[in-house]
Each structure stands twice: as structure tokens, then as C-alpha cells.
């Protein structure tokens, strides 16, 4: 299929966002805000760095790409609708697995009324999934890493570090019980927590994180925004029965840079920390506090984990684009 027959291929029937003035069928598409402010994001997933063929089928590609910038918006504090797609295309990748790679991306789309306006597909060595995403939030209302201030709670929503058990059970080809295909699901099909960052909107002020490269860098980035620190509690991480049942001894470690669970890391201030308690109760999503923002010690913003009585830096963990040596 050559790239206007399969442009044609994905092209929606119908638009749902009621700002959308051109979608796709033109050099670029059109939309037009309401007295909302507009956030945009954009995530790349390599064949090969990402993911394979060997621990995701295409669907399953399609859905996660989308789910990381869905849980930057979620950070935001920001409600999706639109996206864009582009594609570099091997040989290897049959019409079919394209396909379905968009359905994936579409399942969850539908879930949040988006529609797709657009995007490129090119050939080349390997899949690369480029995808841009556009929502809106309550004009001045959008979420910054530099909100935090001391006193405040550090929360994170889910469980932490079964993304990682999850890739793991794959490799590892552990035998299909309940506790392998959650943590399975997990890592493949992530749910973005766009519910609750919109629950909370009443809330005057939040900083929030999305966990992509773990809460040890998650964390890490808040404090250095917000120039304060952060002192957590590595014995209230939250962690899921299966993660704890199948890999024990890695569990922690997962937890603290496993990456890739697209859960949010928060803070807030000790008299909203209910309005966020109640935001998670409404959308069902689970909410564990886990430590306390203070004023720096040092001339620089930390992040220091409590363990055992004993406090210690937790510095910057997981993996890291371009970074040599």
C-alpha cells in the first residue's frame, strides 16, 4: 500500500471535538480553543529500545505510544483531544500490524473522545512511532513541577514497578497465572491517569510528575524545580501482590527506577491532601502518601529516602536517552 492509499486507510469517518475546524485531508489541521489554555506533548518509541515483536503485538505498540503522552497531559493537569501520528515504516511491518497498531492507539482515543488530525509515515530501518498530543485545562490551571513547597504531601498514585516486572515476565517467559498476566498488562497496556488529574482540578495547587523513568527521577525533578526537598518513605511505596509474589528480591529497586508504570507522582498541600484523597475515591484510583516536602538542606534541591530509621540521598536512577558513557 503506498502512503496516500494508507493515509486514506486511517482517516477517521467522524470528529468528535467540537474545536476541530480541518482534520486530516489537508497540509495541516485546524482547531480552535475556547478560552481554555492548550498542552501539547510528544513521546517517540523505537522498535528495538521500547519494544519488540518478541514481547508486544502491534496493538499493543500502538497503545502504549499513546498512553506515555496521555500521562504527560495527565501531569498537566489537562483533558486530551487530538493526536497525531508519524511513522517510520521497515520492511518487516506488514499492512496488517500497521493496522493494528492503530486500533490500539484508537481503543484507548475513544476512551477519551480524541481524534487523530494528522500525521507523516516514511520508510526506514526500523518502527518508529512518533505521537503529538493536544488538550486543554482551565486557562492558568495547568500543573507545574515547581508548585511544591514545604509542608506539603508527596503522593503517587497506583502501585510502583510493575512495568518493569512485567517486561521481566516476559523475558523470563514466566508461566501464565494471574500474577504474571497483571504485571504483563501492566507493562503493555499502562493506564494513564487522566481521570484523576482532572478530579482534582478544584485543588488551588499541585505539582505533579508523570512516572516514566521511575520515582527516583521523578522525585528528583520536583525538587529541583521547586528548589525544595523531598524525604520519602521507602516503606509506604506502594507495590501490587503480584510484583511481590514474583520478584521479591528486585522489587524495591523496581520500584524506585523501574520506569515505564505512567502512574503520577504528586505533591500537595496538607489541607487539600483530603481533596485529593476524595478525587482518588471518585475515580477509583488507588492513592498511597509517601513522604513530605521540606526546605532544602543544602545548597542544592534533594531528594532523600527513609529507610530503616536511616535517611539517605536517593539520587537519580533509571534509564536515560543519549546519556555516554
Not at 496516500?4 to 489541521?29: C, E, H, M, V, W
Not at 518508529?128 to 508527596?154: E, H, I, N
Not at 523470563?172 to 498476566?181: A, G, N, V, Y
Request: hydrophobic residues 40%.
Amino acid at each position: 500500500m503506498d502512503e496516500f492509499s494508507f493515509i486514506r486507510s486511517i482517516r477517521p469517518n467522524t470528529y468528535r471535538q467540537p474545536t476541530l475546524i480541518k482534520g486530516i485531508d489537508d497540509d495541516a489541521a485546524v482547531f480552535r480553543p475556547m478560552g481554555q489554555d492548550v498542552v501539547t506533548a510528544v513521546d517517540t518509541m523505537v522498535e528495538g529500545v521500547h519494544f519488540s515483536k518478541e514481547t508486544m503485538e502491534a496493538a499493543d505498540v500502538g497503545y502504549r505510544a499513546l498512553a506515555a503522552n496521555l500521562s504527560d497531559l495527565a501531569a498537566m493537569g489537562s483533558r486530551p483531544a487530538f493526536y497525531l501520528v508519524s511513522l517510520v515504516v521497515p520492511d518487516d511491518w506488514s499492512q496488517e500490524e500497521l493496522d493494528q497498531l492503530y486500533k490500539g492507539m484508537g481503543e484507548l482515543a475513544d476512551s477519551y473522545h480524541m481524534d487523530l488530525i494528522g500525521g507523516d509515515t516514511v520508510g526506514g530501518q526500523e518502527l518508529c512511532v512518533s505521537v503529538t498530543v493536544f488538550g486543554y485545562v482551565t486557562k492558568d490551571m495547568a500543573r507545574y513541577r515547581s508548585a511544591a513547597v514545604p509542608g506539603d504531601v508527596v503522593f503517587v498514585t497506583g502501585s510502583l514497578g510493575d512495568s518493569r516486572a512485567g517486561l521481566a515476565c516476559l523475558f523470563d517467559q514466566k508461566e501464565e497465572t494471574e500474577d504474571s498476566l497483571y504485571l504483563i498488562g501492566r507493562h503493555r497496556r499502562p493506564s494513564p491517569r487522566v481521570a484523576f488529574a482532572d478530579a482534582i482540578g478544584a485543588c488551588e495547587r499541585v505539582a505533579l510528575n508523570d512516572v516514566s523513568d521511575g520515582i527516583a527521577n521523578e522525585a528528583n525533578e520536583i525538587a529541583e524545580s521547586s528548589d525544595v526537598d523531598l524525604v520519602l518513605d521507602v516503606d509506604a511505596l506502594p507495590f501490587s501482590k503480584a510484583i511481590q509474589a514474583l520478584y521479591p528480591e528486585k522489587m524495591k529497586e523496581w520500584m524506585l527506577s523501574g520506569g515505564e508504570d505512567f502512574e503520577l507522582i504528586g505533591t500537595v498541600s496538607e489541607s487539600e491532601w483530603a481533596v485529593v484523597q476524595e478525587a482518588a475515591s471518585q475515580t477509583g484510583v488507588p492513592i498511597t502518601r509517601i513522604g513530605k516536602v521540606t526546605e532544602k538542606k543544602k545548597n542544592h534541591p534533594s531528594v532523600y529516602i527513609v529507610e530503616e530509621g536511616v535517611q539517605k540521598l536517593l539520587e537519580k536512577t533509571g534509564y536515560t536517552h543519549m546519556k555516554r558513557g
